[in-house]
């Protein structure tokens, strides 16, 4: 995105926060307390943008794919963490893979892929991973935010908890969905050591959730809650 443009974005997206903030923060009549990570300071924020390039991730029936929703929501995360005081860095900021190109297999390419990702989190141990994703099954009635969490560092737990418990009280209070801790093919959480989420913000699969994802001002709220849930694990007695 070139410099003009992403001004008149963060310009745009500060407008549609004021409100949103307004809406959401109006909503949070419980805090959830959770145990303090960072010692009341913002963590550094790593904010991964699932999938791009030749590697897609779900499509959905209307052919919508996954790795747009992605970034999308992935570029609200970060212009908001930005104007919430937070020092953020984002993974990928266009519909490129991370991967070496010159590599002759998908699969590959595929590692390759994350293993850049990974080099990122290394680089930057102090940094928080929150890496943006969407749900797909074959029950289309399946709905709602979930959060997993890496169990190699104890922040992720609570973290997780944060970002579900945020989601639900302000946005979904029909879901019931629990934190679950990562399993074995989700590769960055299994290995990273940093406080490390996922976030499957919704259900492609879902045809009303589907609609809402694709949805510039449903996404900004998505955004909202992930940047609350994290600032809430950060500072639980925050006040606004
Ligand atoms: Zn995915």
């Given at each position: 995105?070139?410099?003009?443009?992403?001004?008149?974005?963060?310009?745009?997206?500060?407008?549609?926060a004021?409100l949103?903030?307004?809406?959401?923060?109006?909503?949070?009549?419980?805090?959830?307390?959770?145990?303090?990570?960072?010692?009341?300071k913002?963590?550094?924020?790593i904010?991964?943008?699932?999938?791009?390039?030749?590697d897609?991730?779900a499509?959905?029936s209307?052919?919508?794919?996954?790795?747009?929703?992605?970034?999308?929501?992935?570029?609200?995360?970060?212009?908001?963490?930005?104007?919430?005081?937070?020092?953020?860095?984002?993974?990928r900021?266009s519909?490129?893979?991370?991967?070496?190109?010159?590599?002759?297999?998908?699969r590959?390419?595929?590692?390759?892929?994350?293993?850049?990702?990974?080099?990122?989190?290394?680089?930057?141990?102090?940094?928080?991973?929150?890496?943006?994703?969407?749900?797909?099954?074959?029950?289309?009635?399946?709905?709602?935010?979930?959060?997993?969490?890496?169990?190699?560092?104890?922040?992720?737990q609570?973290?997780?908890?944060?970002?579900?418990?945020?989601?639900?009280?302000?946005?979904?209070?029909?879901?019931?969905?629990?934190?679950?801790?990562?399993?074995?093919?989700?590769?960055?959480?299994?290995?990273?050591?940093?406080?490390?989420?996922?976030?499957?913000?919704?259900?492609?699969?879902?045809?009303?959730?589907?609609?809402?994802?694709?949805?510039?001002?449903?996404?900004?709220?998505?955004?909202?809650c992930?940047?609350?849930?994290?600032?809430?694990?950060?500072?639980?007695?925050?006040?606004?």
């Amino acid at each position: 995105m070139k410099t003009y443009k992403k001004i008149l974005y963060i310009i745009f997206i500060t407008g549609i926060a004021t409100l949103i903030c307004l809406d959401v923060v109006s909503q949070n009549g419980q805090q959830v307390m959770q145990s303090s990570i960072y010692n009341n300071k913002l963590p550094l924020l790593i904010i991964d943008a699932g999938h791009g390039g030749e590697d897609g991730g779900a499509v959905a029936s209307d052919g919508t794919v996954e790795k747009e929703i992605n970034l999308n929501i992935a570029e609200q995360v970060y212009s908001l963490s930005l104007l919430l005081g937070f020092d953020s860095l984002m993974t990928r900021c266009s519909d490129d893979a991370l991967s070496d190109k010159t590599l002759s297999t998908i699969r590959e390419r595929k590692m390759s892929d994350i293993d850049a990702r990974m080099k990122i989190l290394s680089e930057h141990k102090e940094g928080c991973l929150l890496s943006i994703h969407q749900n797909q099954f074959a029950d289309r009635t399946c709905s709602g935010m979930q959060v997993f969490y890496s169990e190699n560092n104890e922040m992720s737990q609570p973290l997780a908890s944060s970002i579900q418990s945020y989601t639900i009280n302000n946005l979904q209070k029909e879901n019931t969905r629990k934190i679950k801790p990562t399993t074995d093919d989700i590769y960055m959480l299994k290995h990273a050591n940093n406080p490390a989420v996922m976030v499957e913000c919704g259900f492609m699969s879902n045809e009303n959730e589907l609609q809402n994802l694709k949805n510039q001002r449903y996404g900004t709220k998505i955004a909202m809650c992930i940047l609350f849930g994290v600032l809430d694990a950060s500072n639980p007695e925050r006040n606004i």
